[in-house]
T-cell receptor, first 115, second 116 residues
């Protein structure tokens, strides 16, 4: 079945540091890929997405590129802020078989950014 | 216009009791989805409704869980004989199109269920 493996945390960075959170996936066909973020005490929010190979999703300074060759969707940000402290989830949904409403999530990576 | 609403927003219950969670989708949305998020984890799909029927119930974790939808509108998720591992935030979503991707769904605020 489909699966998502993401870098285990916790990750602790200083403000303005470069962030990478690795994510790789296993799926049949070519799924849609997502990064979700959950800030402390809040609900899950969609951060960015990519629906086909080589697409780059971006939002709030975060980027991730859908790499079919390496089955990866790594999240990056050039300069993190304290307000980026949150749990980040990588996820996929299938693009075939009529089940694209289903999400498979990674286990989440806790990011803490210190001033 | 109104978004997806869920009630109650919080529910605390004792182990072994039954609970009902309600979802009111956006008017006219034919598709409705239930998910849950347990502490520290991502979303788990539970069930998908198209109209009043549920073509995909594959995510329901046990026969203690059931859901229905009436009038192609409101849906109720029922958990019988609740267990502590049922504690989670239960999220409902709706979409105007069938089998929409999660980023194309409109999510409610969730019901936080705590089983003591």
């Amino acid at each position: 079945g489909d699966s998502v493996t993401q870098m285990e945390g916790p990750v602790t960075l200083s403000e303005e540091a470069f962030l990478t959170i690795n994510c790789t996936y296993t799926a049949t066909g070519y799924p849609s890929l997502f990064w979700y973020v959950q800030y402390p005490g809040e609900g899950l929010q969609l951060l960015l997405k990519a629906t086909k190979a080589d697409d780059k999703g971006s939002n709030k300074g975060f980027e991730a590129t859908y790499r079919k060759e390496t089955t990866s969707f790594h999240l990056e940000k050039g300069s993190v802020q304290v307000s980026d402290s949150a749990v980040y989830f990588c996820a996929l949904s299938p693009n075939s078989g009529g089940s694209n409403y289903k999400l498979t999530f990674g286990k989440g990576t806790l990011l803490t950014v210190n001033p | 216009g109104a978004g997806v609403s869920q009630s109650p927003s919080n529910k605390v219950t004792e182990k072994g009791k039954d609970v009902e969670l309600r979802c009111d989708p956006i008017s006219g949305h034919t598709a409705l989805y239930w998910y849950r998020q347990r502490l520290g984890q991502g979303l788990e799909f539970l069930i998908y409704f198209q109209g009043n029927s549920a073509p995909d119930k594959s995510g329901l974790p046990s026969d203690r869980f059931s859901a229905e939808r009436t009038g192609e509108s409101v849906s109720t998720l029922t958990i019988q004989r609740t267990q502590q591992e049922d504690s989670a935030v239960y999220l409902c979503a709706s979409s105007p199109h069938p089998r929409a991707r999660p980023d194309e769904q409109f999510f409610g605020p969730g019901t936080r269920l705590t089983v003591l």
